[in-house]
Structure formats: structure tokens, C-alpha cells
């Protein structure tokens, strides 16, 4: 195989067959009327979302019932405030569930800082550093809100539009670059994303680039539990102590 | 032909627990919404929920150990189906009988078990404990049900035993029979069906569901087609030993559907015991009252 790679585009089409789309579709079918919600509730928002859930609004009649971890979970909702900490385990969250995965913003925090705009701490834009598929805007959003947004995303779902976690492996290293500009040029995570891109089949022009080389570079092997990844026994060098 | 019946009768057999098994999940959701006061899932959310599993682009294997975990846990259930009896089906029921079934249903267990192992992930193993540490809690009463069946019909076939609650009419239903004994069936099948309090092992908000926390997609598919298996199972089974099987399907399902609605709707009034608590409970009542119940059968 050459280094350079040929872009074929495939349109997706039917190919002439009318029930060539048909098992895709129903599968996109389901996955719009069947969503499982991962809460990441550091944030002030997730206060909006027990009334979502019980009886006054009721999610479940739409499909989306809560998970527990992030294998089983379809969406990611973070609501509210990032702080740099905080990003660290949202990434490692959203890295081991399994695709197709969507991550919701809500809160206006997500989407620019919000009212901690100008804490040192706090990340300002979440689609950055995650493939956001969708904001719900507001401080806080209302539970009308925050189902008119699943349902808007369930609508995309349907369409099959919502491929956002594609681009996390297409564009990795773009988004790998600002990971590392935050947390420093030793940050990984135990999720091999290029590994999990050549596996299946999504590599994209950005997967690869110096961003990835330098995760390389410093990378360590993931089975060592002397050496964790991030936390107390992390061996940081001085130059990166701060 | 004999044999084309039996293989009829084998791939027909699971089929339909698991038809009636999302029926019996969706009734579960349900029953759980409406006591709620919600509205609860719409007619075919358990099937969308698993076909959306099974149509996963990307997920990850822990390894080897991991897939013939599930593929031994679904198949575990699904010959347990084909052990078990229905209207119009016998499959393989006349070659195994009730103490083959009690072993087959232990199998997906054991399977989760091993499993869930290779995910080195400590709260599935201390689900998995918690998960083993209750099969040994209702096995023992589940056990004295099946010595005091196997007393009062004379044997632990299956198709013997509802030939006869059959033939001698609603009088000699294991509920008649045996009250006592079905009380403590009743009760065995709710800590089987893992329900409130004691779903000790699943625990979503203690240990991140236990067995299930690194079950995503196709593995947690599988574990939803096996929840479908489990509640048909339970259900069944007890309409089996205690009140007289069915005839017909229309005899028959109302009768799984009431037996698995009792469990669905005490649950939701309890918290969870600890996995001690729930044990010694689980040794102390529906044992003592199947004990009673034996006793009162062996005088």
C-alpha cells in the first residue's frame, strides 16, 4: 500500500436496487426511537433533568431512558460548566462508549464559557475538544427544551445525519492538537482511537498528523498500574509541573 | 418425521419465548411508568432498543473470553427454551426434565461469570460475586420447590407433570395442592427475576449494573434478548409446576403474564437490601416457608 491515499467518494445511494437501504434504515429507524443517556451532571443544568425523566415530562415515552456507563450509553449530555479537570473525564468517557455516539452541550457554558468566561479554569467551546452533535442553549435550558433538542437529534438520527463521532476519528488530530495544548504534550487516553480508525475503515485525511506523532512519542504502555494515567502516579516531568 | 417435528419444534420454541419476552419487558416498563405516574415506553420500544444495540458501528471486545461469555449466556437461555414446555410444543422437554432445566438455568450465570471476568473491570466483578452470592440464596428454596413437586406429582417431567393438573381439573393445580409451596415459589421467582430489593447484583447507582458495565452494544443486545428469556422463563415455569400449564395459548398466556405482573408491581415499593441482607432474608422467609411447605406435603 502506498503512503498516498486515493479518495474515492461513494455517494450513498441505493445502487438501483430499491431495498438496498432497507436494513440501514431500519436500523436508523431504531436508533432515532431508542436512545440511552449518559449523564455527565457536573454542571448546574443537570438539575433540569429529573423533571425530563419522571412523570411531569417523561423521556421514557420518547425512547431515551438513563444509563450507567458509558458502554451501554448512546449520548452524552453534558450539562453545564467544563472545567480543564472536568474535560479530561469526559474524554476518557466519550472514548469508551461505542459508536454511533452523540454528545449533547446543554447550558451556555458548553457553548461559550458562559458566566465563567473568564475563569482560568474552564473550557470555553466543548465542540473544540469533542464532536458536540448538538447545543441546547440556555442558563439553564428548560425541560421542554432539552426535549425538543433529543427530539430535533432523534429527527437527524433518523435522517442518518448524525455522524459528528465520525469526524472525531476522520479529524483526530485536530482534535488531539487542542487536547494536547490543554493538558500538556504527555496526554493519552486508554482508548486507542487511530487503532479503533484503521480498524474500521475510518481514516480520514486528519487522523493522522504531528499530533499523533507526538502522542506517539510520549505514549506509554496501558497495562502498567505503576504508571496510571493521569492522577497521583503520574511521573510528569519538571518542565511540566505547574 | 419424527424428527422434523423436534427440530420444528426447537427453533420455533425460543422464537416465541422471545416474542412473548418483549411483550412481558414492555408490560415490565410499563407496569414500572404507570405506577410512576408516567407514561411509559411506546408499543416496540424493547425491540427498537435491542436491534439498535445489535446495529452498532463500533464497540469493543475485551478479548476472547468475553464473546463466548455472551454467546454462553444467550445460548444457555435459549436451550433452556427448548426444555421447557408450552402449548403445542414439547421439544425436548421428554428428554430432559425438571432437574435438567434447574441445571441448563444456571448456565447463563455462569457464563455472565466468565465473561465478565476478562473485563477486569471491578464493578463487574463484584457484581458478578453479588450476582453468584444470590443464585446460591434462591437455589436452595428453588431446590425444595422441586423435591416438593417431585413428592406431590411423583415425577419431574415436565409434560407429566402438567398432563396431570390437567387431566384432575383446577383442583389439582400445585395452588391448590400446595399453597404454601407456590407462596414460596412465588417468592423465589421474584429474587430470580432480580427485582427489588433484591437486585443487589445490578445496582445501577452502587456498581454501574453489575455483570453489565462493560456490556456495550452486541453484548448488551444479547443481555436484553436474554432479559426477554428470563422473565418468560420464570414465568412459565411456575405456571408449569403450580398452575396447570395451558391448553391453548389463550388459556395459557394470561396465566405468565399474571405470574410475572406480581413481581413487576411489588418492586417498585422497595429500596435494595445489601447483598448479606438480602441473602439471610432470602434464607430465612421463602426457605422457612418452603421447609413448611415440604413438611406439610411429606405428612
Not at chain 2, 152 to 161: A, D, F, K, Q
Request: glycine letters at 10%; hydrophobic letters at 45%; one cysteine or more.
Amino acid at each position: 500500500m502506498s503512503d498516498k491515499q486515493i479518495s474515492i467518494p461513494v455517494a450513498a445511494g441505493t445502487g438501483g436496487s430499491p431495498y438496498a437501504g432497507v436494513f440501514d434504515r431500519l436500523i436508523d429507524f431504531c436508533r432515532a426511537r431508542s436512545l440511552f443517556l449518559l449523564h455527565y451532571c457536573t454542571g448546574c443544568g443537570a438539575i433540569e433533568l429529573p423533571p425530563a425523566m419522571t412523570s411531569r415530562y417523561d423521556m421514557e415515552r420518547l425512547g431515551i431512558q438513563p444509563m450507567a456507563t458509558p458502554r451501554q450509553a448512546d449520548i452524552l449530555l453534558v450539562t453545564g460548566y467544563v472545567a480543564t479537570k472536568t474535560l479530561k473525564r469526559i474524554i476518557l468517557t466519550y472514548e469508551q462508549m461505542s459508536a454511533p455516539r452523540y454528545v449533547i452541550g446543554i447550558c451556555s457554558c458548553t457553548v461559550n464559557g458562559g458566566m465563567y468566561w473568564q475563569s482560568y479554569a474552564t473550557v470555553k467551546k466543548l465542540n473544540e475538544y469533542l464532536p458536540v452533535d448538538m447545543y441546547i442553549a440556555g442558563c439553564m435550558p428548560r425541560p421542554e427544551a432539552v426535549i425538543t433538542g433529543l427530539q430535533q437529534l432523534m429527527d437527524r438520527i433518523e435522517a442518518g445525519r448524525a455522524d459528528a463521532w465520525r469526524d472525531y476519528y476522520r479529524r483526530y488530530d485536530h482534535y488531539l492538537g487542542k487536547q494536547q495544548a490543554l493538558f500538556g504534550k504527555h496526554w493519552q487516553t486508554p482508548s486507542d482511537i487511530i487503532g479503533e480508525a484503521r480498524q474500521f475503515d475510518l481514516l480520514g485525511p486528519d487522523t493522522l498528523g504531528e499530533h499523533t506523532t507526538l502522542l506517539e512519542q510520549y505514549q506509554q504502555p496501558l497495562e502498567m498500574p505503576s504508571t496510571p494515567v493521569f492522577g497521583h502516579g503520574r511521573d510528569v516531568p519538571e518542565d511540566e509541573r505547574s | 418425521m419424527d424428527w422434523q417435528v423436534l427440530l420444528l419444534d426447537i427453533v420455533l420454541m425460543p422464537l416465541l419465548a422471545f416474542i412473548v419476552g418483549l411483550l412481558m419487558v414492555l408490560m415490565m416498563r410499563r407496569v414500572r411508568a404507570r405506577l410512576e405516574r408516567r407514561i411509559g415506553p411506546p408499543f416496540f420500544q424493547p425491540l427498537y432498543d435491542i436491534i439498535k444495540l445489535y446495529g452498532k458501528d463500533i464497540q469493543i471486545s475485551h478479548g476472547f473470553i468475553h464473546d463466548l461469555g455472551i454467546i454462553m449466556v444467550v445460548g444457555g437461555y435459549i436451550t433452556v427454551e427448548m426444555f421447557l414446555p408450552v402449548p403445542g410444543f414439547v421439544g425436548l422437554a421428554e428428554k430432559g426434565d425438571l432437574i435438567a432445566l434447574a441445571y441448563l438455568m444456571m448456565v447463563p450465570m455462569l457464563g455472565m461469570a466468565l465473561g465478565v471476568g476478562q473485563c477486569a473491570n471491578p464493578n463487574g466483578s463484584i457484581g458478578i460475586s453479588r450476582a453468584l452470592t444470590a443464585m446460591l440464596g434462591y437455589d436452595i428454596p428453588f431446590v425444595l420447590v422441586i423435591v416438593a413437586v417431585a413428592a406431590m406429582y411423583g415425577t419431574t417431567s415436565l409434560p407429566e407433570i402438567i398432563a396431570i393438573q390437567q387431566q384432575g381439573g383446577m383442583a389439582t393445580w400445585g395452588v391448590a395442592t400446595m399453597p404454601v409451596m407456590a407462596v414460596a415459589g412465588l417468592i423465589t421467582t421474584h429474587v430470580m427475576l432480580a427485582k427489588e430489593p433484591f437486585e443487589t447484583y445490578i445496582a445501577p447507582a452502587e456498581i454501574a449494573t453489575g455483570p453489565m458495565v462493560e456490556m456495550g452494544g452486541k453484548f448488551m443486545g444479547g443481555l436484553f434478548v436474554v432479559q426477554t428469556f428470563q422473565v418468560y422463563t420464570a414465568g412459565v415455569l411456575y405456571v408449569t409446576l403450580f398452575l396447570g400449564g395451558g391448553e391453548n395459548w389463550l388459556v395459557f398466556l394470561p396465566k405468565i403474564f399474571a405470574v410475572v405482573f406480581i413481581p413487576f408491581a411489588v418492586t417498585i415499593v422497595f429500596p435494595r437490601y445489601k447483598a448479606g441482607e438480602g441473602l439471610l432474608w432470602v434464607w430465612k422467609w421463602p426457605t422457612g416457608i418452603a421447609l413448611l411447605g415440604l413438611a406439610l406435603i411429606l405428612m
